[in-house]
């Protein structure tokens, strides 16, 4: 399919996994374990899949970074996720695992 201008339609499909860490309450503070950084996020919300044409990347703005060079994704600012590299989130108030990759 085309648009207007010419350019090519993708329709690429969501990750359910991106789905699954949106539904999670933004209320709540949830600690990622990714490619050996530990940091603690809230407000998960998935990348424009037509973006970069995949449909695998989550963003989320972080409160606070445990484990990792915490000179990068200081409080405040957002850090985005490829949810195929993310090992495991958990809520950090109840230590409920709510993904964990197969695997790990």
Known sequence: MLCANGARVVSVEVDPV????EE?????????????ETVVVRFFEGVDPTIYDRGDLVVAQVVEKLVGDKRFHTPGTFIEYDVGAIE???????????YERSGT
């Open 24 to 36: 999670l309450s933004d209320d709540l503070e949830w600690v990622v374990e990714c490619g050996g």
């Open 18 to 21: 991106v789905s699954r860490l």
């Open 88 to 98: 495991k989130v958990f809520s950090k108030d109840e230590g409920t695992v709510v």
